[in-house]
């Protein structure tokens, strides 16, 4: 019973190009969350899909940045025009509906941005 | 901007202690959550709190959502080296709405 995978594990990126996260939820999971946690710092919400369906973008930054959770296939966090400042740990998160439990996560994308 | 808040920031700690730390947030949340963070890996749930009151094990782990519905505490006991590592709080308001994670707590373990 895999758990939440995400890929790649590692990415860097030259400034200006775009950055493609990609998560497989649980199996069974439909909700998936993606969060943004910068060094020594917490985990950041940053969108909440459902899917083919967004629930919650409310931490998505509002320019170069944009998610997804087709009806096949992995969600995929996609990060137009990348600058420095996105380089971070990306962490998604699934579970098998929105009340009321905790997430599982996977083990994270960093990106580094040079 | 940021509305969980966890003390302390940091712990040392000799092995076989008991350990305690607390969070407090601005907001009543309605779900409590306790996570545990292994450098370069994604949070692990170590604990899933759901009513006022409530007190939860999990093996030497203990967490209690507060009364108040605003705070929660995290109590490992004896502990040991693989207890190292950064455990965040969090919490969401209502049942659908998002997670939201604490600043997290550092821990150090000396052998």
């Known amino acids: 019973n895999a758990g939440v995978m995400q890929n790649p594990r590692h990415l860097v990126r030259r400034r200006g190009q775009e950055a493609r996260l990609r998560c497989s939820p649980m199996?069974?999971?439909?909700?998936v969350y993606w969060y943004r946690q910068l060094p020594e710092e917490g985990l950041k919400f940053m969108v909440y899909?459902?899917?083919?369906?967004?629930?919650?973008e409310s931490g998505m930054p509002k320019e170069r940045f944009s998610a997804e959770f087709p009806k096949e296939g992995p969600s995929i966090l996609r990060i137009q025009q990348v600058v420095r400042g996105d380089s971070a740990a990306y962490f998604c998160?699934?579970?098998?509906?929105?009340?009321?439990?905790?997430?599982?996560f996977g083990s994270g994308t960093r990106l580094t941005v040079v | 901007g940021q509305q969980l808040n966890q003390s302390p920031q940091s712990m040392f700690i000799q092995e076989g202690e008991d350990v305690s730390m607390n969070c407090t947030s601005s907001?009543?949340?309605?779900?409590w959550l306790w996570y545990k963070q292994d450098p370069g890996e994604g949070p692990v749930l170590l604990i899933a709190?759901?009513?006022?009151?409530e007190l939860t094990s999990n093996g030497r782990l203990t967490a209690q959502f507060g009364i108040t519905r605003k705070d929660s505490f995290l109590n490992i006991s004896a502990s040991i080296p693989s207890d190292v590592g950064i455990y965040f709080c969090?919490?969401?308001?209502?049942?659908?709405?998002?997670?939201?994670f604490g600043p997290g707590t550092s821990l150090s373990v000396i052998p």
């Open positions: 998160a699934s579970s098998p509906g929105g009340s009321g439990y905790g997430y599982t």
């Open positions: 199996k069974g999971h439909s909700h």
């Open positions: 899909l459902q899917k083919e369906n967004i629930i919650d």
């Open positions: 907001s009543i949340f309605n779900t």
């Open positions: 709190l759901y009513k006022a009151g």
């Open positions: 969090a919490g969401r308001k209502t049942s659908y709405d998002k997670v939201i």
